[in-house]
């Protein structure tokens, strides 16, 4: 479908469902669809031409935008469904699981939170550790910008607040970059790097336990039944 | 009249006459109330979702009138909130006609 598309109920509806996973637009195009072509079957015999129905009954489905908004909210998005699907392909995991089992199994907090502690323990200089943690925040990067990485923005842009979304992301950003001045300080003042760890750790781990949160949130609201019989 | 946070009881009260689809469902709203209680239809679906990610009502495909439809009923756990949220509803109504001045 692209904005090209002639029909006005598919504008509407790919408006509507933009950012869905592909399984939840295929769900609420089949439903709505009849209900559109009702409304014009019904405005039809009224008088109206086919193309006056088919506006009227565009109206009376009102924004999509706001649709958008309230089918986010009940449904996957695309990004959610891919961190999902990605987990489900792991080798060895149950595949049934419940939503909260999903996103615990699926945390990049929770891993990222044993591989620093990981390359901590084995860290006796600040300069490794400081060189290592970076490794494991680039390697992480390219699942979290896959996954859970654009969450922070990508979710109050979803309920039409981009600016905050933008914020927030700055913010955690930020607060994480940061982290690095205070611990320069401490390490030119001879604080040891057993005491740095868990400083850095904390600030680095925060913005994915953000990230691993919201999508909880979401997945709190979405039955095992519905989870579990999506396409993964 | 602005329908902003009622249309979930509305819904399951129309879900208590038997199962529908959602056009019937918005249908049924607006000629209950006589046309008073207006909405954008496009907002009953999210509605309708997130109701039955609440297990308040279940939802199967059914072909009807040569259509394929989407058909929601009510749970035993639906038929209990629907309950509670009429009580609370008829409650909040006395308060306000007391406030008003108007005998319930």
């Not at chain 1, 015999?45 to 031409?49: D, Q, R």
């Given at each position: 479908m692209n904005h090209r598309t002639a029909d006005p109920f598919d504008r509407w509806l790919e408006a509507a469902t933009a950012g869905l996973c592909a399984s939840a637009v295929a769900r609420i195009r089949d439903e709505m669809r009849p209900h559109y072509e009702d409304a014009v079957d019904h405005l039809e015999?009224?008088?109206?031409?086919r193309d006056e129905a088919e506006k009227i009954a565009l109206q009376q489905l009102g924004d999509a935008r706001k649709a958008r908004r309230g089918f986010k909210r009940s449904n996957l998005t695309a990004v959610e469904h891919r961190k999902l699907a990605g987990l489900a392909k792991?080798?060895?995991?149950?595949?049934?699981?419940s939503g909260w089992s999903y996103a615990v199994l699926a945390s990049p907090f929770l891993i990222s939170l044993v591989l620093v502690a990981i390359v901590g323990a084995f860290s006796d200089d600040f300069q490794a550790f400081y060189i290592a943690t970076f490794i494991l925040a680039g390697l992480f990067s390219i699942p979290l910008i896959l996954y859970t990485g654009l969450m922070p923005i990508a979710l109050p842009i979803r309920y039409g607040r981009p600016r905050l979304g933008i914020a927030i992301s700055v913010f955690f950003w930020t607060l994480c970059l940061s982290a690095s001045i205070p611990m320069v300080l401490l390490k030119a003042r001879g604080v040891s790097s057993g005491v740095l760890v868990p400083i850095y750790s904390l600030f680095l781990m925060l913005r994915m336990l953000v990230c691993d949160l919201i999508l909880l949130r979401k997945l709190a609201r979405i039955p095992t039944t519905e989870l579990t019989k999506r396409p993964f | 009249m602005n329908l902003k946070g009622t249309l979930p009881t509305l819904i399951l009260q129309v879900l208590l006459s038997g199962p529908a689809h959602g056009y019937r469902i918005a249908q049924d709203i607006k000629a209950r109330s006589k046309g008073v209680l207006e909405f954008k239809e496009g907002t009953l679906y999210p509605a309708l979702h997130e109701l039955e990610n609440q297990g308040l009502i279940r939802s199967e495909e059914r072909t009807i009138n040569g259509r394929v439809r989407r058909e929601y009923r009510l749970t035993d756990e639906g038929h209990k909130v629907l309950v509670a949220e009429r009580k609370e509803f008829r409650r909040m109504l006395r308060a306000v006609s007391a406030v008003l001045g108007e005998s319930s």
């Open positions: 015999p009224e008088g109206l031409a792991l080798p060895g995991l149950p595949f049934r699981l | -």
